[in-house]
């Protein structure tokens, strides 16, 4: 056989036989095929050793707390990112960058109260969203407009606050009917008198009071500069009109002195 021919020879056919490494696998994952399921190993980050080449990362019923930034390394095929019963509390507007294949993004069951419009702004592939049962009472519609590609949104079981800070979301809601998954569970919680009220069930007319008193941040500049304006402009008047009063006394009580002395003093 030609393998056997010399030592330069028979160490080319070792290396050919040789089978090829396996992509990295961190420790606390089990990976196949781009799929690394990192799961129910308590981690509390996200891990760093994952294979490029991953296009679905499972990392759900862990203690994540934090995405701070670029909390994951560079993923550029990962379509999904499942990250369900953490302790997520906390996304930095820089911690996705790097996943913009992404297609996919589980996030409920997590402890999140805001995010902030530049959150998914990364993420310009997603088609779907699941913010479900966190601690959301408002959503800046902002933060779903940053997502061109989105097709599917979950946000049953937050506690919504059903007051005139909803009104830009429900304006949301109401124009992407087609793109809310589970309308009916979208409950208010507070007000009180509003508790378990759906709110896709909200019309034009429930926040007329809202947009008849809303106003813009032009009306407030103009507040503050008319305020202190006529505040000061009000002092002015005041002290005017109180000179002319003075002076008008004066004046009366002096005639009143000249009359006397005449009267006085006789023809």
Wanted: net charge positive.
């Amino acid at each position: 056989m030609g393998c056997w021919r010399g030592p330069s020879t028979v160490l080319a056919c070792l290396l050919l036989l040789r089978p090829l490494p396996s992509p990295a696998c961190p420790a606390a994952c089990r990976c196949s095929s781009g799929e690394a399921d990192c799961s129910k190993h308590a981690l509390r980050e996200v891990p760093q050793s994952l294979s490029a080449n991953t296009s679905t990362l499972w990392l759900g019923y862990n203690f994540i707390t934090v995405l701070g930034p670029r909390s994951f390394p560079p993923l550029p095929g990962l379509l999904l990112l499942s990250l369900p019963h953490n302790h997520l509390g906390l996304i930095h507007s820089q911690a996705l960058v790097g996943l913009g294949a992404l297609q996919e993004l589980d996030l409920s069951n997590n402890y999140l109260t805001a995010l902030t419009p530049e959150t998914f702004l990364p993420l310009t592939s997603l088609a779907t969203l699941n913010l479900g049962s966190n601690r959301l009472g408002e959503l800046d519609p902002r933060v779903l407009r940053a997502l061109p590609q989105l097709q599917a949104l979950l946000l049953q079981d937050n506690p919504w606050v059903c007051s005139c800070g909803i009104l830009p979301l429900w304006h949301w809601l109401s124009h992407n009917r087609e793109k809310v998954q589970e309308k009916s569970l979208l409950l208010c919680r507070v007000p009180e008198h509003l508790n378990e009220y759906p709110i896709m069930a909200f019309r034009n007319e429930s926040f007329r009071q809202c947009q008849e008193t809303s106003l813009s941040a032009q009306h407030y500049i103009t507040f503050l500069i008319i305020g202190p304006f006529s505040f000061m402009a009000s002092i002015f008047f005041c002290t005017f009109m109180g000179s002319i009063i003075v002076v008008y006394h004066n004046l009366r009580r002096e005639s009143h002195f000249w009359r006397r002395l005449r009267i006085c003093r006789g023809p």
